[in-house]
């Protein structure tokens, strides 16, 4: 069964930092296409990044040069670490998985996990 679980969330002041992290239990990440998405309060989920097992990476232009993705295929997790936060950055981040390698859709979706940033 797979399970995808996201930690890493919390309160943060403008310009802070935090990293987020997902373990993909029951899930091998060689071939599958790891992605981070985002959903604030009363619009809709937006893409965020995501990572190919080749090490290609694509990001939303509105986190280009803040937010990084990276994944540890041996420990079976994926990362997002975030940079100079903004308060528009406020949302509920999901990591999600594409087992067909090909970057959608994603048929894996972990819980969420919620980050604020205060200004």
């Known amino acids: 069964q797979v399970q995808l679980v996201e930690s890493g969330g919390g309160w943060v002041q403008a310009g802070g930092s935090l990293r987020l992290s997902c373990a993909a239990n029951?899930?091998?990440?060689?071939?599958?296409?790891m992605g981070w998405f985002r959903q604030a309060p009363g619009k809709e989920r937006e893409f965020v990044a995501a990572?190919?097992?080749?090490?290609?990476?694509r990001s939303a232009d509105s986190v280009k040069g803040r937010f990084t993705i990276s994944r540890d295929n041996a420990k079976n997790t994926v990362y997002l670490q975030m940079m100079n936060l903004q308060p528009e950055d406020t949302a509920v981040y999901y990591c999600?998985?594409?087992?067909?390698?090909?970057?959608?859709?994603?048929?894996?979706w972990g819980q969420g996990t919620q980050v604020t940033v205060s200004s």
């Open positions: 029951g899930l091998t990440l060689s071939n599958t296409v």
């Open positions: 990572r190919w097992s080749s090490g290609y990476t």
């Open positions: 999600a998985a594409d087992t067909t390698g090909r970057g959608g859709p994603y048929n894996y």
